[in-house]
Nanobody
Framework: QVELEEFGGGSVQAGGSLSVSCVES????????MGWLRQVPGMERHEVVAAVDSSGRTSYASSVKGRFTISRDNAKNTHTLQMNNLKPEDTAMYLCAAGVGYCDLGTDFSWRGQGTQVTVSS
């Protein structure tokens, strides 16, 4: 059973930076595709923001490319999303996620954390 716990997030003004991190337990971390999803209140679907495979290969949604960086530390079962030049439209609940198989934005992220709020004010 994969368990995920997020850390970080918070509030910042537009143009600022925040990071969110996630610690995984319960599975062979190196076999997992790790990612971050976000959900805006009132919208049913999550947006897959970024994904990183065990080799460090990354994928990004077009809405965050060039501003967000996802990384992972396989020795610590941790992955992090560094968010720079934040915009008000980045405001959302950010969920840590894990899946198996080919790792990109289309991965079935079957396991998800509870989420941490990121709020960007204008």
């Amino acid at each position: 059973q994969v368990e995920l716990e997020e850390f970080g997030g918070g509030s910042v003004q537009a143009g600022g930076s925040l990071s969110v991190s996630c610690v995984e337990s319960g599975a062979t971390y190196s076999r997992l595709c790790m990612g971050w999803l976000r959900q805006v209140p009132g919208m049913e679907r999550h947006e897959v923001v970024a994904a990183v495979d065990s080799s460090g290969r990354t994928s990004y949604a077009s809405s965050v490319k060039g501003r967000f960086t996802i990384s992972r530390d396989n020795a610590k079962n941790t992955h992090t999303l560094q968010m720079n030049n934040l915009k008000p439209e980045d405001t959302a609940m950010y969920l840590c996620a894990a899946g198996v198989g080919y790792c990109d934005l289309g991965t079935d992220f079957s396991w998800r954390g509870q989420g941490t709020q990121v709020t960007v004010s204008s």
